[in-house]
């Protein structure tokens, strides 16, 4: 069954069509300028035919038009050869042999004037051609006609003639354009017909991204993109997996706590369940709630989420007489959702609140495509034996104050998901947190 959305059956049927058309134009103009040209060639014969006729006439003194002799061609001596002339003047009549006793119809001009071509008909019904000119001459109340005529059936037949050999000519030009048509789709949808392939092997699992390599330059954007969709993808199951273990760490000390309970009930079994199903319930919140995928087509500012967040945390860490402060271009816009980037930049801000002196601030700016947005506090930096790298789930980088180790992971983690990053700057002079995320 044909397919009525191929992309390869479009192409050649609008090729198709525009050659056939290309070729039954060109066809058609061959021929009528053939016509037209072999026309103005039959018109020029005519016409010195016609000039000779006219040197060969004279009117004497006393006014009598006269010719002093006939054109020389045997063609107008045998008679109803197709080529015919006639001179009038007034009720006199000159005309050629090959008349004999037929007529030769005309429009006689009032007023002498140039020559003009016209088409009659023979006397014996013949399609003719002629010259016709009217001239005055000295000594003659009336213009004198001159009409020279020819056959044309042979120019008409050498027009049919040409007309079938430029059918036939441009039937076998265009069909060769088909053929040419036909290689050029073939090989132009192939690097498609390769994409598809590799899409299939992914899909299998044999490859785990598109080869770009030889693919020419419209088509290797189309496989970059299908291959940060399969990164995205992969972003969002390490994503979801990770929620799914960390739920079931979450679930597993209250599940502990019940069936304890259960082993010895006693008269606080009803409030330990119910305290454990609560714990419970909010570590499925949390998590599934963070296990939600990026959301890339979504587009949130950055200045009003900052400076939410910042009025926020100078609430929270209010008994320390911190200072947020933020520094934030009013158009930047961040490629993603809004809890998103609260989650990110509340993680970030809560841990610089822990260990700020007196200070926290915010800037951000944009480079090309990507937009960055920096947390700095003045704390002490981290201690020595941390790795800033070293972003690992529940590892705290330090070991000096509460926490599950949890917020940086987490703020990584997310920052992966949109394709961006954590960079993490400690010195004496404090710790300073770069995200790099798509800009929008």
Known sequence: MIDRHSLRLRLLLGGLLGVALAA???ALWLGEAFAEASERAFDRQLQQELESLLASAEVDEAGRFELRSEPEDQHYAQPFSGHYWWVTVGDRRFRSRSLWDGELAAPLPERAGPARSLDLTGPRGEPLRARLQAVR???LEQPAVFLVAADRTQLSADATRFRRVAAVTVAIVAGGLLLVLVLLVMLGLRPLSRLAEEVTRVRRGEIDRLATGGLPSEVAP???????????????????RTAAQDLAHALKTPLTVLSLEAERPGPRLPEVVREQVAQMRASVDRHLGRSVTVDQRARTGVAPVVERLLALMAKVHGDRNL?????????????GGREDLEEM??????NAGKWARAQVRVGAGREGERLWIEVADDGPGLPAEASPADL??????DQRTPGSGLGLAIVQEIAEGYGGRLRLDSSPAGLRARLELPAG
């Open 137 to 139: 001459f000295p000594r």
């Open 392 to 397: 690992g789930r529940g590892v705290r980088l």
């Open 345 to 350: 930049l509340g993680n970030l801000l809560d």
């Open 323 to 335: 200072r947020f402060e933020g520094d934030v271009p009013g158009g930047l816009v961040f490629a």
């Open 222 to 240: 189309l496989a970059g993109h299908l291959n940060e969709l399969l990164e995205h993808h992969d972003r969002t199951v390490r994503r979801a």
């Open 24 to 26: 039954l134009v060109a």
